[in-house]
């Protein structure tokens, strides 16, 4: 058996860089898109929900809906974004949130470039009061569909990778059983120059017992993984 000499750190030959959600700066991403996308929700409702009659001109204006239905989206739609924002900003379901902001976005893309193709002239009321303009008012089309479309990628990135700081989602879910176990004093560490998911290092260190799923055992026998051996 040769010994081959040891590396540290991510650099080391052959070893597998840790996954793209589990970097710290994907995290910090994360945790600002939700944060954003929260705000702005909140801010869209916040605006929409003391006018009930603006909600209904500004449904009723992208002549969609049948009118059965104008009314109940129209007095639902704040209320929605008020919910969705402030679970956004807590970090509840954020996976789930961030599906039905996509969700909604694209819904809101839709319903403002059928008005642009159909030739109406409308503000869309996304955050304020809409419905038909006046003959000499202009239309902000684009831009409205620019912003909702970055937005809808914000949306579609956190639906990607929902875990980040500042959540509750992480306080209610706990420490995974593998995340218990890889603390424990007398778990062994798997030092097989990886990246380990359960604690988020590196594997270069070992105990002198381990831990498999259904029984503890004492010291372990033969050569010790991690240890530079050839076997």
Known sequence: M??????????????????????????????????????????????????????????????????????PVAYAVPFVEIVLGALLVLGLAVRVCALLSALMLAAYIAAIASAAARGLRIECGCF??????????????????????????????????????????????????????????EDWDDADGNWDEADGNWDDTYDDTFVDADRRTGPASGPRRGDGRDE
């Open 128 to 185: 304020s009061s809409g419905g038909e303009l006046a003959a000499d008012a202009p239309t902000h089309y684009t831009s409205e569909l620019v912003r909702d479309s970055l937005l809808l990628v914000a949306s579609g990135l956190l639906v990607r990778w929902p875990a980040g700081f500042l959540a509750l989602d992480r306080l209610l879910d706990g420490p995974s059983p593998s995340r218990r176990r890889a603390r424990a004093p």
């Open 2 to 71: 040769t010994m081959q000499p040891a590396t540290a750190g991510p650099s080391r030959p052959g070893a597998t860089r840790p996954p793209l959600g589990a970097r710290a700066w994907v995290r910090v991403v994360s945790t600002l898109l939700r944060l954003g996308l929260g705000v702005v929700w909140l801010v869209a409702g916040a605006l929409k929900i003391g006018d009930p009659d603006g909600m209904v001109r500004t449904v009723r204006a992208f002549r969609i809906l049948p009118e059965a239905l104008v009314e």
